[in-house]
């Protein structure tokens, strides 16, 4: 079973900056993806965004110019610069890692608010 923890969610003025991390632990297979989702209150969970072993990446269109998502794979870490930050992006942000057996695991979650 991977686990997956993320760090560093918190409040932020408009404008502002946060990073969150996240580390997943292997079991038996390599993790591939990883990823950054988010869900505000009353709306459905959304990528934010999403980085291969290879380092292809992917964003959301509401973030993109403004995050930046990167990883270190010896330690099967990955990172979300989130800069600009905007109230509406205030949501829980879960951090998703995929193993090559095709699994598919989840973090519980980190809080981050906009918010002056």
């Known amino acids: 079973q991977v686990q997956v923890l993320e760090s560093g969610g918190g409040l932020v003025q408009p404008g502002g900056s946060l990073r969150l991390s996240c580390a997943a632990s292997?079991?038996?297979?390599?993790?591939?993806?990883m990823g950054w989702y988010r869900q505000a209150p009353g709306k459905q969970r959304e990528l934010v965004a999403s980085?291969?072993?290879?380092?292809?990446?992917n964003y959301g269109d509401s973030v993109k110019g403004r995050f930046l998502i990167s990883r270190d794979n010896a330690k099967n870490t990955v990172y979300l610069q989130m800069n600009s930050l905007k109230p509406e992006d205030t949501a829980v942000y879960y951090c998703?890692?995929?193993?090559?057996?095709?699994?598919?695991?989840w973090g519980q979650g980190t809080q981050v608010t906009v918010s002056s």
């Open positions: 998703n890692a995929m193993d090559y057996s095709g699994g598919d695991f």
């Open positions: 980085i291969t072993r290879g380092g292809s990446k």
């Open positions: 292997e079991s038996g297979f390599a993790i591939s993806t």
